[in-house]
Every structure is written in C-alpha cells, then in structure tokens.
C-alpha cells in the first residue's frame, strides 16, 4: 500500500501537539495530588483524565494570569472536591484500598523494612483522613507538591499570610493525629 505525501500521521500530529507537551509534563503530579486528596489510585486516575479532559476543552479560556501548572492545580483541586461532595461519597463507606501502599519492593528492601515503610504510609493517610479538607489540601500542595505561599493562595483564593497560618495550625492538628495514629500500635 502506497503511503499518502498529503496525509499526515495522526500519531505525529497528537504527538507534537502542545497538549501532548502539557499532559507528559503534568499528569504525574496531577495524578499525585488526585491520589492524595480522595486516597483511592483508581479514583485518582479517573479525576487526571477528568482534570486533562476539562483542560482541553477549557484551553481556550486560560488567561496565562498563572502558570499552566497552577491552572491545572486549580481544576484538580475543584474537580476532587466535587468527587468528594457527591451524594455517593457522603453516604456511602469504604476502606482506603490496600494498593495505595503496595509497592514493589527492591531485592535489597527485607522484609522488616518493607512492613515499616507500609505501616509509616497507612499512618500518615490515617493522620491526613482525620484533617479537614481544607488543612489537607494544604499540606499536600506545600508539602507534596512543594508550591509557595503565594501559589497556594492563588489556588485556594487566600492571601499568604492566611496560607501561613492555616498551614501552622494544619501541621499541628496533622502531628497531633499522627502522635495518636502511633498510640494504637501494640
């Protein structure tokens, strides 16, 4: 079968487009921040599509006022939010699901080291859990996604110096829960 000069690759095309360009450079950390915020990878792969779908659609209203980074933050924080607020979730209870913590271990990792390091992940889900949405939130973008002050107030519609203090009380409410999380061990 002869090959079309006037017909382009589709694959090339989507390939080079600069929302290709967006999403490689984005998903991992949109993904990561979904993950954290509702605590099921299944749900967090489901809000990135989401959260990449509405930015396509919504490409042509972004204003540049912000990084695209923090356009997309500002989608997946609204759009989980929404997730959480439906009525499923309100009336309805589940368990963290066990792969959040299941990682494939090194051949160097024993099996001690192993059990600690899954133990640490369930108690600090425990810790985060137990916080408000709004202490949450803002301890996964500080600390997770490592944003200023400045760039978490964008995204929360608060000024720094609003951020700072609800982050200092969001840290002790978050070590006060994880100290308890750690008094239930035997």
Known sequence: MAERPDVEEPRAT??????ADLYREHSRAIYYLALRYL??????????QD?????????DQFRGESSWRTWLYRITI??????????????VVSGVDDALWETTPSA???????LETRELGER??????????????????????ELTYEEVGALTGQSPDA????????????TALFRKTGDEVP
């Open 124 to 145: 600090i889900q425990e810790a985060l859990d137990g916080l408000s949405p709004e202490y949450r939130l803002l301890l996964l973008l500080v600390a997770d996604e």
């Open 78 to 91: 609204n759009h989980c939010r929404n997730l959480l607020q439906s009525w499923h979730d309100r009336h």
């Open 39 to 48: 605590g099921d990878p299944e749900r967090a792969e489901d809000a990135t």
């Open 108 to 114: 160097s990792d024993s099996p001690l080291r192993v």
């Open 14 to 19: 989507l390939e080079a487009s600069p929302f």
């Open 163 to 174: 951020v700072r203090g609800k982050l200092h009380r969001a840290r002790k409410a978050f």
């Open 51 to 59: 959260v990449f779908l509405k930015a396509f659609r919504k490409m």
